[in-house]
Structure formats: structure tokens, C-alpha cells
């Protein structure tokens, strides 16, 4: 499967964007997908992700209560509303797509992965 995140952009803090991951070439449906970011200088971490069906989702705790996992299978598409963002949420953002039935926060369960979008939050 190949994912095209976009929706990055520039904002001010307590601002909100959200970001878009479609896939192709593949069964969107079979996939628990994530989102993960990556600041300068630090590793990719874990943000969200959300189960097949989108009754499932898990979130890191310093997101939690301001973004919002979402997935439409007809799109094949996977959202994250953010909301309230501050100067630390500044970093690349990718979506990444796993082969498996619950959702992950290990960067090594997802195989597939997207090219990354930019979210600038300035102070």
C-alpha cells in the first residue's frame, strides 16, 4: 500500500489543522493505521492510531484530549484533527499503515509508511 499524507502547514499556537493519509494499492480496510512525527534532532514518535474498523483508537498522552484519530474506508483515507496545538506539536508528521488486527504504538509493527508533512506551531 502507498500513503500520501498532506494538510501540514504553518499555525499559531492554541490553533488547529488537520492532517490526510490516503492510500492506494491496497485494501484499505485490512490496515490499523498510525500517525507518527519526528521534531529535529529527536526519534519518531508515536501519536495516534486507529483500528480496521475505527472503534479502536489509542493516543500518546501528550496528545490526548487535543487530536483526533479518524478513518473513512470508503476514501480510504485516515484524518487527524488537532486541536489546540502548541509549539512542542512542531515536527513532521507521517501516517504508516499495519498489517494486523489492534492498533500499535511501536514504529516496528507498521511497515508501510508515508512521506511525511511539515506542522510548524509557532509560540
Known amino acids: 500500500v502507498q500513503l500520501q499524507a498532506s494538510g501540514g502547514g504553518l499555525v499559531q499556537a492554541g490553533g488547529s489543522l488537520r492532517l490526510s493519509c490516503a492510500a492506494s494499492g491496497g485494501t484499505f480496510s485490512w490496515f490499523v493505521m498510525g500517525w507518527f512525527r519526528q521534531a529535529p534532532g529527536k526519534e519518531r514518535e508515536f501519536v495516534a492510531a486507529?483500528?480496521?474498523?475505527?472503534?479502536?483508537?489509542d493516543y500518546a498522552d501528550s496528545v490526548k484530549g487535543r487530536f483526533t484519530i479518524s478513518r473513512d474506508n470508503a476514501k480510504k483515507t485516515v484524518y487527524l484533527q488537532m486541536n489546540s496545538l502548541k509549539p512542542e506539536d512542531t515536527a513532521v508528521y507521517y501516517c504508516?499503515?499495519?498489517?494486523?488486527?489492534?492498533?500499535?504504538?511501536?514504529?516496528?509493527?507498521?511497515?508501510?509508511w508515508g512521506q511525511g508533512t511539515l506542522v510548524t506551531v509557532s509560540s
Open positions: 504508516a499503515a499495519r498489517d494486523g488486527f489492534y492498533v500499535s504504538q511501536t514504529l516496528r509493527d507498521y511497515a508501510y
Open positions: 486507529i483500528n480496521r474498523s475505527g472503534g479502536d483508537a
